[in-house]
């Protein structure tokens, strides 16, 4: 639990706890963070001021790190809430309308935290299985406290579902655009460096054939980042989207959904989900 006073995290063993440490997040983040930096002050923010260039898997490590500790953290939760607004407070400048922003202005702020819904929503259905009416709820209120803990007021994030689909309706057709982040994080042949974590042989081989594995998984990035944005975010940013390409997604999104829930929880869940879930387990008896 939190300590008083301060957002407790989703609860033990609500849909986030199932969702967010699953291995199958790890495929639906690239389509969270596109929409995320569709918004022209995100996206602007995120090209002056990310090393996402430069450090690509250090800050997708930080960023995988920090949703972990949202959803699994316990009392952590809310100090790695207070981390992250200190860490946006001197992220300012001018967006792509000319417009002055700053990463904390709350409809920035709380446009970041919104993606993830409709991004775990979609793409559960393909990866995972589809919501039913009352698991999407719950989905909504526990992302409603992953707000809290990174200190956004309810007053500026729609309270329930039925005040949630207008205001990502209104986004989708007056914010989103296709920024120049965007369009980086969709390119099949933007350069990324080899990975410079893991074991050091690990490391070495990779740095050897990166360039046979590069276009490849870049290919398959861009594919799961455009399949897993739902669809209307997908057409307000103008990426296309084949009928051939929905029917490869399917077909992978079947596999993954064969496969995955078989695996021992050590396979199947990232580190900190699975100890916490394992803590959780322990403290029921």
């Given at each position: 639990?939190?300590?008083?006073?301060?957002?407790?995290?989703?609860?033990?063993?609500?849909?986030?706890?199932?969702?967010?440490?699953?291995?199958?997040g790890?495929?639906m983040?690239?389509?969270?963070?596109?929409?995320?930096?569709?918004?022209?002050?995100?996206?602007?923010?995120?090209?002056?001021?990310?090393?996402?260039?430069?450090?690509?898997?250090?800050?997708?490590?930080?960023?995988?790190?920090?949703?972990?500790?949202?959803?699994?953290?316990?009392?952590?939760?809310?100090e790695?809430?207070?981390?992250?607004?200190?860490?946006?407070?001197?992220?300012?400048?001018?967006?792509?309308?000319?417009?002055?922003?700053?990463?904390?202005?709350?409809?920035?702020?709380?446009?970041?935290?919104?993606?993830?819904?409709?991004?775990?929503?979609?793409?559960?259905?393909?990866?995972?299985?589809?919501?039913?009416?009352p698991?999407e709820?719950?989905?909504?209120?526990?992302?409603?406290?992953?707000?809290?803990?990174?200190?956004?007021?309810?007053?500026?994030?729609?309270?329930t579902?039925?005040?949630?689909?207008?205001?990502?309706?209104?986004m989708?057709?007056?914010?989103?655009?296709?920024?120049?982040?965007?369009?980086?994080l969709?390119?099949?042949?933007?350069?990324?460096?080899?990975?410079?974590?893991?074991?050091?042989?690990?490391?070495?081989l990779?740095?050897?054939?990166?360039?046979?594995?590069?276009?490849?998984?870049?290919?398959?990035?861009?594919?799961?980042?455009?399949?897993?944005?739902?669809?209307?975010?997908?057409?307000a940013?103008?990426?296309?989207?084949?009928?051939?390409?929905?029917?490869?997604?399917?077909?992978?999104?079947?596999v993954?959904?064969?496969?995955?829930?078989?695996?021992?929880?050590?396979?199947?869940?990232?580190?900190?989900?699975?100890?916490?879930?394992?803590?959780?387990?322990a403290?029921?008896?």
């Amino acid at each position: 639990m939190a300590s008083t006073g301060e957002p407790s995290p989703p609860p033990a063993g609500g849909v986030l706890w199932s969702l967010a440490g699953d291995v199958r997040g790890l495929l639906m983040l690239p389509a969270a963070l596109t929409l995320q930096v569709a918004h022209p002050a995100v996206g602007a923010g995120v090209d002056d001021h990310s090393v996402f260039r430069t450090d690509p898997w250090g800050r997708g490590e930080r960023s995988l790190s920090s949703l972990l500790l949202w959803v699994y953290g316990g009392e952590e939760a809310a100090e790695e809430g207070r981390r992250l607004r200190r860490l946006h407070r001197t992220i300012q400048g001018t967006d792509t309308r000319g417009r002055r922003y700053h990463a904390l202005t709350p409809e920035n702020y709380a446009w970041v935290h919104a993606t993830g819904f409709p991004v775990y929503r979609h793409a559960s259905r393909y990866l995972v299985r589809p919501l039913t009416g009352p698991q999407e709820r719950a989905l909504y209120r526990e992302w409603l406290q992953v707000g809290r803990i990174l200190g956004i007021h309810d007053r500026d994030m729609p309270q329930t579902i039925e005040e949630f689909w207008p205001y990502y309706r209104r986004m989708l057709a007056e914010e989103v655009e296709a920024t120049v982040v965007v369009r980086e994080l969709v390119a099949a042949d933007a350069p990324v460096p080899p990975p410079d974590r893991g074991p050091l042989l690990l490391r070495l081989l990779l740095r050897a054939l990166w360039p046979v594995l590069l276009p490849p998984l870049a290919r398959f990035r861009r594919f799961l980042t455009v399949g897993l944005m739902p669809p209307d975010a997908r057409q307000a940013i103008g990426l296309d989207w084949t009928p051939a390409q929905e029917r490869r997604l399917r077909r992978f999104g079947a596999v993954v959904r064969r496969i995955v829930p078989v695996l021992p929880e050590r396979l199947r869940y990232l580190p900190r989900a699975r100890s916490a879930r394992a803590a959780w387990r322990a403290g029921r008896g």
